[in-house]
């Protein structure tokens, strides 16, 4: 086998075994959720989004909507919405993480130019950050659209008879002017799930590069066995 061939299949094993990490950390901290202080108490705070974004940076925007994906599908056997929460927390976490994976992968800083010639191009910590803060826009807007279309007109079915009036009198209760869905969705949602976007950043951030050093290590490793 060629030296070639050998990195490949080690760089393979290495995507399928940091996924496999990622998802069961990303599983775990799905069941770390709380609420938050003026908000509905419905809206839930967590952090399964880290590991995805993680993934998301270190192997690819794939991965980390996969990671998304694998949490959510362990996520069913107990789900307490019909699938309708698993179905939006997928949707929005790959809102999150692709674009700040994509934008993260080719954004990059030249380095060691020498006579113009580019010796070295690094991902940077900007493009990262540039990342993170587009896809926690493009989250917060896409939860007022999960959420106007299909999750709340199917939890007010499921719960309320199929009466809308009555979810958003749980906003009213914390703002009266909240009289409509819209309204409560840009004034709650919106925020809520843009702030929690950049929660889960500055907690990637922060750990990312100890976390990519270990996965350095284990292609290394794994390189050396195969």
Request: positive net charge.
């Amino acid at each position: 086998m060629s030296i070639t061939s050998t990195n490949k299949k080690a760089a393979n094993i290495t995507k399928l075994t940091v996924t496999a990490m990622l998802s069961a950390i990303a599983i775990a901290l799905q069941y770390l959720e709380f609420s938050v202080p003026f908000v509905p108490s419905f809206l839930k705070l967590d952090f399964s989004d880290v590991p995805e974004l993680i993934g998301a940076f270190a192997i690819s925007p794939l991965y980390g909507a996969i990671i998304c994906l694998i949490k959510n599908l362990v996520h069913l056997p107990v789900s307490q919405s019909m699938f309708v929460g698993e179905l939006a927390n997928f949707v929005l976490g790959v809102c999150f993480v692709v674009p700040a994976g994509i934008i993260y992968k080719y954004t990059i800083k030249l380095k060691g130019e020498k006579k113009g010639i580019v010796k070295r191009e690094a991902k940077t910590k900007k493009g990262a950050v540039i990342g993170c803060f587009v896809g926690a826009v493009v989250m917060a807007i896409m939860s007022i659209v999960t959420n106007y279309t299909f999750v709340y007109p199917i939890y007010a079915k499921l719960w309320f008879g199929g009466n809308i009036d009555a979810i958003i009198d749980i906003y009213k209760t914390i703002l009266p002017s909240s009289d409509n869905l819209i309204k409560s969705l840009l004034i709650f949602n919106l925020p809520f799930t843009f702030i929690k976007g950049i929660i889960v950043a500055i907690i990637t951030i922060i750990i990312y590069k100890p976390l990519s050093k270990l996965i350095v290590k284990i292609n290394n490793s794994l390189s050396k066995k195969v």
